[in-house]
């Protein structure tokens, strides 16, 4: 084959696998939007919202796109055949590389920022509380929702304390004078217009302490329609939830809705503080250092603060203050220098994929956060890795090696390398099974109107299915782990 026919079948090869990656890529981003989404949503829906046709239209479409999302997965890992951690590297690396073979790029003047990769990382964290929280909610609801509800709230309800005059059938729930119980109470309700005589009622409540005869409940019926019956508990927002089919007590509908933001919150705020790879995109001028690097390794590298004091308070703190980080290893040409560079990766897999890679590594002195100045790797084949290096490796880099100037090229164009683009393709096929099985419990707890003990059963199955599935991927995967 001549050199000419070797390059243009090397280049179709190059575009195709961009083209590949592109699909999947565009795969993930779907996913990472819509199933997060989807989830936030169908647990609100569940927690506050009555037995209603906008309820169940939430439900079911939030249901649907969860099942798309499922396809999605599906289609992405089996076209790629479940590629392991390892190839999907391999495949980003190459699918970023719009410059393959060039000896030496020159430095772009335009750096890319992460936003696809920190619109998956924000959708991780969100997911995980938010699908937590939909579970305990799905385990503890009571779907069911009575005719003589329905009813009741059609007529005109109303809610008042009336006392109880019968208690038949008590279950007690725990011991103590604060003991719950579930028992057939009765009342009486007054008759139409005001006469006489008065109109029976009876109901069965789950309270929260138990009532003999004489104690007030709240009681909910229709004043013009007292032959309707009757709903009551001790608790008055559950008889309104009852009224209205919310599905999960008030109080715990609070609790659950409280916790998940709250984690959610926490979550995403020490990931926006602490994330290394989350920035916008930016301009390279004269003020950024530059220098030209060729990887030559993974490893751990030890970053320690320098030492204040030589008390044992100060030691204590200086180890507290150490970090040990998995790093790509850079070394500076001209120099003895190997640059620690970290990033949101698996390192060993990022050198093997990346092996022997020279290009420029560029930072702003004032672009730093917390411990670490953020950092790009560019290089010569077109591909822009976002990292950081530990602000006092560059510090001290910047002050022993002379600054090459980076010259940059507003012709120069770049691929943002994201090792995390096609996790799609990745997903076992026994992951695949575990998130079906989820996905069918799911369905189940939300379209089965009744409860039971078994609502909490088949909770835990749905969320244990793919946790399952993933821990034996992992250790199939990694047999030594």
């Known amino acids: 084959m001549s050199r000419d026919r070797f390059e243009k079948a090397g280049h179709e090869k190059s575009e195709d696998t961009r083209s590949v990656g592109a699909a999947w890529s565009r795969s993930g981003r779907f996913v990472a939007v819509v199933a997060p989404t989807a989830l936030v949503v169908m647990t609100a829906a569940w927690l506050f919202l009555g037995s209603t046709r906008l309820r169940e239209f939430v439900v079911l479409f939030c249901l649907v796109c969860l099942g798309v999302c499922v396809l999605a997965v599906g289609t992405a890992a089996v076209r790629a055949g479940s590629l392991s951690r390892a190839k999907s590297y391999e495949f980003a690396a190459q699918a970023a590389s719009v410059t393959r073979g060039h000896v030496q790029g020159a430095a772009p003047s335009r750096l890319a920022g992460g936003r696809h990769k920190a619109i998956r990382s924000a959708a991780v964290l969100v997911s995980v509380p938010a699908l937590l929280a939909l579970w305990i909610a799905l385990g503890v609801a009571d779907p069911h929702y009575p005719e003589k509800n329905a009813a009741l709230v059609e007529a005109g309800v109303t809610i008042e304390q009336r006392p109880i005059v019968t208690v038949e059938n008590e279950e007690v729930q725990g011991h103590g004078r604060r003991s719950g119980a579930t028992a057939e109470y009765g009342v009486l309700l007054p008759a139409a217009g005001g006469g006489k005589p008065s109109v029976p009622a009876t109901f069965t409540a789950d309270v929260y302490r138990r009532h003999s005869v004489g104690s007030d409940l709240f009681v909910a019926y229709a004043p013009d329609r007292p032959e309707l019956g009757a709903v009551g508990d001790d608790q008055r927002p559950e008889v309104e939830r009852l009224l209205a089919g919310r599905a999960v007590e008030a109080a715990t509908a609070w609790t659950i809705a409280a916790f998940g933001l709250l984690v959610t919150l926490a979550l995403l705020i020490g990931w926006w503080v602490q994330s290394r790879t989350r920035r916008p995109s930016r301009s390279v001028d004269s003020g950024w250092v530059a220098f030209r690097v060729t990887l030559t390794g993974a490893g751990k590298h030890v970053d320690s603060p320098p030492a204040e004091g030589t008390g044992p308070a100060a030691e204590r703190k200086r180890r507290e203050n150490t970090r040990q980080l998995p790093c790509l290893f850079l070394g500076v040409e001209g120099s003895e220098y190997r640059l620690p560079f970290h990033s949101q990766m698996s390192t060993q897999h990022a050198a093997a994929a990346l092996s022997g890679a020279r290009g420029w590594l560029l930072w702003h002195p004032d672009q730093r956060r917390s411990k670490d100045v953020l950092a790009e790797f560019v290089g010569d084949d077109g591909w822009q890795l976002p990292g950081a290096v530990p602000t006092q490796a560059a510090d001290q880099a910047a002050h022993d090696i002379p600054n090459k100037s980076a010259h ?66 992992r250790r199939r995967a990694d047999p030594a782990r």
């Open 408 to 473: 940059p090229d507003p012709e120069r164009r770049v691929e943002l390398l994201d090792f995390g683009a096609g996790w799609a393709t990745t997903v076992s096929k026994p992951v695949l099974a575990g998130l079906m099985i989820a996905l069918g419990c799911m369905s189940v707890l939300l379209l089965a109107h009744d409860n039971g003990a078994w609502r909490a059963w088949v909770a835990a199955a749905g969320f244990l299915a793919p946790a399952i599935a993933a821990a034996t991927s």
